[in-house]
Each structure stands twice: as C-alpha cells, then as structure tokens.
C-alpha cells in the first residue's frame, strides 16, 4: 500500500534506511539538524538549514526520482538540475521503483550554498535499502491472490468493485466434532482448510540487510471476534490472530520470502458487525526504547452473507418428517418428488419427536466466495422435536449451520414466516437476489406479535436480500406462507405472486350455486364433525364477514408487495381459499386445505388437495387452480394432507423444506 514517510537527516552525517517499494520519502530540506546545531544542542533541535545558506542541489544514484515540492508545486529533479532556492517549507520527495540487490545502494545527497558562492557550506547523505513489502489477497475476486492490489485495502461492490471476500466457516469438516469448524481455533483438515481465504506475505530485498527489523500482523479488538488468521510454516498451521491474539511478530527475514496465511471467517453481518474485517501490517524498526512503525499496509475483507434461495431455483433436495398418522401423505408425497428426480430425506420419528413441521424449524440458504460454496440452514429459535435434526442431520462437510436464538419466542419466529422473492427491479433498482419476506403485527401497534428483533437484525444485515414486511399476525399461526407463495413462470418477470383470495372462493361458491349446486357437500369421505354444504357456507353471514375482513388484509399486503417487489396485477394470480375464525386466539386459520401453501419443485407443484364439492366428479376449487396454474407450464398435483397437517393448522408447505441450487448471479457483482 501506497503511503508517505517522514525521513529527518542530518548534516554532515549519512542516514541509512530501509525504504519500502511504493512509498514516498518526505525530507524537509529547510528544517535539518546542522552540524552547528548538532555540536551546542546535542542533536536534539532541529534547526533552519546551514546558517546563511541560500540554495541547494540534488544528486542521487541512478533509478531514483527525486522532486522538489514548494509551495504545492512538484518540480522533478533532473541529473542537470540547476540549484533550488532555499524557502520555508520546501520538501524533497524520493522515491525508487527496483529492489536493491545490494545494502544502501541508492543514494540521495543534499548540498547547501551561500550567496554568491560555489563552494558548499554543508551537505547530507541519504542511503536506503529497497525491499518490497505487500500483504495479499483475491482483491479482484477471480480466486487467485495477485500481488500488491491497489485496491486491496477497500471494499466496494458491483462487477467493477474490488476486495476480498471472507465464508463464514459454519460447516462441520471433523467428523467427530459436534459443532460448526467457526467455533474452534482449529484446521481441522484439508477441507477445513479450503474454506478460508488465503492470504500472503510477500517480502524481498537483498540476501544480506541489517537486523533490528520485524514485521507485526495484527487486527482489531472488534474483528477478533469476526475472523481468525493461521500461519502455514511446513506442515503445521499455527492460530496468530484471532479471539486470543490480537498481534502476531516475527524477524523480518532477508531475501525473497512469502508468507502463507489463510483467514478463517466467523460469523455473518449482524446488527453490530458491518461484515468488513481490516487485517494490518507493520515493518517495525528496533530502537532504543522501543520499536516504531516505518511502513503500513493492510487488507479488507468482507464476509460473505447468508442468502436465501426462491421457489424458482432449482431443487436438490426435499425433506419432510415420517410421523404417525401420516403414511397416506408420505406416499403420495414421494410419488411427487421422484418426478422432480431430486434427492428426498426423511426424517424419522426417533429424530423429529412428533414434530413434522419441517419448513418452521429451517431455512437453506448458502455462503459464497469467488473460490468456493456451499449451502448454509438458518435454524429457527423454536425449540420443538425437530430442534437437533439441523445439527445431527444437516450440518457436515460443505453443508453449514447458523442459528439466532431467545429465550422468548412466538410462531412468528418460525420460518413459514419468511420467504423471499425471485429477482425483481423496482423503479430501476435491481434485486438480483431477490427481496426476503417476513410477517409482522399491523405497523405502527404496540401489541401484536413480530418476528425476533434478532432474527430481523439478521435478515436486514445480509444487505444482498433486504426484508419487506407484511402483515401476517391476522393468522392464528402467523405466517407468510399461509397467504402466499411464488411460482415460476415462462413469461413477464419469470415468476407469479400467489394469493389467497377469498373474494374468489365466494364468487366461486356463488357461481356453483347459481348453477344449481348449492347442495354440493365439502370434504366427503372426510371424517368431519359437520357437514358442509355450498348453501350452508354463503348463509353462514358471519362466515362471510369474517372473509371480507381476511380479504382486506390480503389485499393491504398485495399493494405492499406490488410497491416492493414492482409488481403489476397481471403478475398476481389469486387462488380460491376460504378462512375461519380460530376460537381460542381469535385469528385465523383456513377453513379448507390452504392450496396457496404449496411445495414448489421446479414445473411441478406439491398442493393440499382442498376437498371441495364435487360436481360431475370434479373439485372446482382444483379446476381453479389447475387453469391458472398450468397455462405457465406446471404441473399440478393435489395431495392429501387433510388429516396429518390440516386439521394441524398447517399444510404441505409447513411440513416439508427444500435445499435449491445458488444462484448464477454473484453477489458482490450488486449494485448497492
């Protein structure tokens, strides 16, 4: 890194430096100590040049460029310069752009003149050894660490931006380990290794040089929590920076050297963690009561965030829980997932406790840098049977875990209650990564239930994906994903919005009766404790009020998404779906399986069979969806999750989860 430095001479003395490859030497020519000074105050006051000099002249040896700043103005000096007017403020920079293959092989001489007169009254004698010193790292994000980056000590995003990029290290490569490789100070093995950024080291100068040198890495309080470095010496990796260690020391070594470090991330951008990690060097120069600082350079980092996948990407694999009771769905849901051709865990009752809600316990998403990805599961604070499956089942090699907790949680904090859109731009401002989505309380209440600050902190800290907020706490469970859902689409912004629209349930219901169907009975073969009939349903005036209230709260989030995601009413599809009140929190819950919390495997479509009328053997309700739906290319298939996860208060959605493929688009290519 490029930088300036202050050299004091002496007259009728020789100075001998090591000067750094890149920096400036600063000498004040008017404010020297003179050999007069020297001898009545010891040295120790610098004084105005030689009494009564007047002028000066510049020789230096060949490669070195000298220039005279006086008064702002740069004069370069040339082998023939005249001399220069001696004024108040008048500085000679130096600098050279070879490394001396010899110790003080360069040299600068400053001679001083009175009036009128070519014989010198005084003179000083610079000598400097040139070494080349840089700490590196991937600075233009193409995975290899160039040399002496010019911008490696700044971050700036876009495809045209520079700095280097930390993963977090939240992956498990010791097998016998319990926890994420980010909470030892350890290379667990190679693999472990490949996770951090590599950093080097690089020195060079002559073979022999004076001792009495050092070179100190070292970072700051704050970052020691955020990143840890470990120096390569043979076969050892040895920890010195990091939680225990703020600086590292060693000799400077002559010769060409290089320094192999790698840097290991610890955690993602947070409220109180802006995600960069400056790490500093120092050549330090021994003296009588200490060491000093005489170069610096440094390195930033930014720590990759967690980014989570839409529906549109694609699958690789499918979970969901084997529970009692629910053999019926389970295969039908398989015969699903094998058309995608994507891998299916299933969770066992041993691990998941009677706790099938697999899309409220975890969220996949992943961690990337230029040299390397792998999938990340956020996992929920909610401390249910499923609450050791992401440790036990999905954190390992390559597969990361991270998790914000408290000790005092809601369903809101669950993460049916976070989605995120497909990539959109709104009035000309790109997401490439899309916007995530989160339910809350009404704005501007005080009651209510919102999602975990820490959880919000989290989400909005990740930049990449900044969170839109809706009102959700109208549902008994709270969640997005109970009123909407993306699918992908051939045409327009390459997705639909998918909304619940009890409007479009009654109209339907309206239609059905009208056409003599009133008496069209839901859920037959269902083992209700009442029987429903289409006429039943549009009598019921409370049922119908209630409705118009759920629609008005749909219909609040449709404007909020449409102005945050830029969406027009020809992107929105709405689904017929009927809601009730739940007695005992007074909110609400579907009245039939919801079909907008659907599973989205590519071109096929995972959605609770809503059991509605049958009329000529059909159900309308699925014929609804089926032509809104299939016209974009997907493939519709109803499966019964009626007793398992309806009658639950959840759906299909809620009781299974999808690890997808990353996106192509790399994030510190965004224009933030």
């Known amino acids: 890194m490029s930088g300036q430095r202050t050299v004091r001479l002496e007259c009728g003395k020789i100075t001998q430096i090591i000067y750094v490859l890149g920096t400036e030497l600063r000498i004040d020519v008017n404010n020297i100590v003179s050999r007069l000074t020297h001898l009545e105050n010891h040295g120790t006051i610098p004084q105005p040049s ?391 309380a009404f704005p501007n209440t005080s009651n209510g239930r919102n999602m975990l600050k820490v959880i919000r902190d989290f989400l909005y800290a990740q930049q990449v994906q900044p969170p839109v907020e809706l009102f959700s706490d109208w549902l008994s469970v709270g969640h997005v994903d109970e009123f909407m859902t993306f699918v992908p689409a051939p045409d327009r912004k390459r997705f639909r919005l998918v909304l619940c629209s009890p409007d479009a349930c009654c109209k339907l219901f309206k239609e059905l009766q009208q056409e003599g169907h009133g008496e069209a009975q839901l859920f037959e073969g269902k083992n209700t404790e009442q029987i429903f009939k289409v006429n039943d349903l549009l009598s019921n005036q409370k049922l119908l009020k209630y409705n118009a209230f759920v629609q008005r709260c749909i219909d609040w989030n449709r404007d909020v998404l449409k102005k945050e995601l830029g969406l027009d009413e020809e992107d929105i599809i709405d689904i017929p779906v009927l809601f009730t009140l739940f007695q005992e929190d007074g909110r609400a819950e579907s009245f039939f399986p919801d079909m907008v919390n659907m599973i989205v495997l590519g071109k096929y479509l995972g959605i609770p069979k809503p059991f509605g009328p049958l009329i000529n053997g059909k159900c309308p309700l699925e014929s609804a969806v089926r032509s809104a739906l299939e016209p974009l290319g997907l493939d519709c298939t109803f499966i019964d999750d009626f007793a398992s996860y309806h009658l639950l208060a959840g759906e299909i959605h809620c009781g299974s989860n999808v690890h997808r493929k990353p996106f192509s688009f790399k994030w510190w290519n965004m224009e933030m």
Request: proline share 6%.
């Open 50 to 440: 030689p009494p009564k000099s007047l002028s000066f002249e510049i020789s230096f040896s060949p490669g070195t460029r000298c220039s005279i700043l006086d008064q702002q103005q740069r004069t370069p000096v040339t082998e023939h310069a005249t001399k220069f007017v001696l004024q108040t403020g008048t500085m000679l920079l130096v600098t050279s752009d070879k490394i001396s293959s010899d110790v003080n092989d360069n040299k600068v001489t400053v001679t001083f003149y009175g009036d009128k007169s070519d014989n010198p009254i005084d003179k000083m004698t610079l000598q400097f050894t040139i070494v080349s010193i840089s700490l590196d790292v991937d600075a233009d994000r193409d995975g290899k660490v160039e040399k002496n980056h010019p911008n490696k000590a700044s971050w700036t995003w876009g495809p045209n931006g520079h700095g280097a990029i930390l993963l977090v290290n939240c992956d498990k490569d010791e097998t016998l380990s319990s926890k994420p490789d980010n909470v030892d100070n350890l290379v667990n093995n190679l693999s472990d290794l490949k996770d951090m950024s590599p950093m080097i080291l690089r020195t060079e100068g002559p073979e022999i040089l004076q001792s009495g040198y050092k070179l100190q890495l070292y970072i700051s309080a704050s970052d020691r929590y955020n990143a840890q470095v470990f120096l390569k010496e043979e076969a050892s990796l040895i920890p010195v920076l990091g939680d225990q260690k703020l600086s590292f020391v060693t000799d400077y070594m002559f010769g060409k050297k290089e320094y192999n470090f790698f840097v290991e991330g610890l955690n993602f951008p947070d409220e109180e963690f802006d995600g960069l990690v400056t790490i500093n060097l120092n050549l330090l120069e021994s003296m009588t009561l200490g060491e000093a600082p005489i170069y610096t350079d440094r390195v930033v980092f930014r720590m990759a965030p967690w980014i989570m996948t839409p529906n549109t990407l694609a699958p690789e694999e499918v979970f969901v829980c084997r529970v009692k009771g629910n053999e019926k769905f389970l295969k039908e849901f398989m015969d699903l997932v094998a058309k995608t051709k994507c891998k299916l865990t299933i969770c066992s009752e041993d691990m998941n406790r009677d706790d099938r809600w697999m899309q409220d316990e975890i969220e996949f998403g992943y961690n990337e840098a230029p040299h390397k990805y792998f999938p990340v599961v956020l996992d929920a604070p909610r401390d249910g049977g499923l609450k050791k499956f992401p440790y036990q089942q999905i954190l390992g090699p390559d597969f990361g875990h991270v998790t914000r907790t408290s000790d005092e949680h809601s369903s809101l904090d669950q993460f049916g209650n976070l989605e995120v859109s497909p990539p959109v731009t709104v009035n000309g401002k790109e997401y490439p990564m899309g916007r995530t989505v989160i339910g809350s």
